[in-house]
């Protein structure tokens, strides 16, 4: 079992960045594929973005393709989301999700949840 707490969310202004931080509990870190959703007031939960054990892998949904960017340090138990270029619409409660198994990075099932960090964006 692993246990995620998020951080680094914040208000922003539009074009602005902002760089979320996910901390694992556990030992088996890298065993885990990790991923990023939000869910904005009234929407439903919107997957963000996937990255594999190792790191070599990674997914972007498109929404934020080229904006955003996963990575991940296993020697930290860390996984990151650097947002830049930051819109109104990014606006919501981001997550990270962790889930131990290799199905393809679009797999939007996951096991694992953090409570969740603020972003606002003002335009």
């Known amino acids: 079992q692993v246990q995620l707490v998020e951080s680094g969310g914040g208000l922003v202004q539009a074009g602005g960045s902002l760089r979320l931080s996910c901390a694992a509990s556990g030992r088996t870190f890298s065993l885990y594929t990790l991923g990023w959703f939000r869910q904005a007031p009234g929407k439903e939960r919107e997957f963000v973005a996937a990255?594999?054990?190792?790191?070599?892998?990674?997914y972007h949904a498109d929404s934020v393709k080229g904006r955003f960017t996963i990575s991940r340090d296993n020697a930290k138990n860390t996984v990151y989301l650097q947002m830049n270029s930051l819109k109104s619409e990014d606006t919501a409660v981001y997550y990270c999700a962790a889930r131990n198994d290799v199905r393809s990075l679009r797999t939007r099932e996951y096991d694992y949840w953090g409570q969740g960090t603020q972003v606002t964006v003002s335009s």
């Open positions: 990255i594999s054990r190792s790191g070599g892998s990674t």
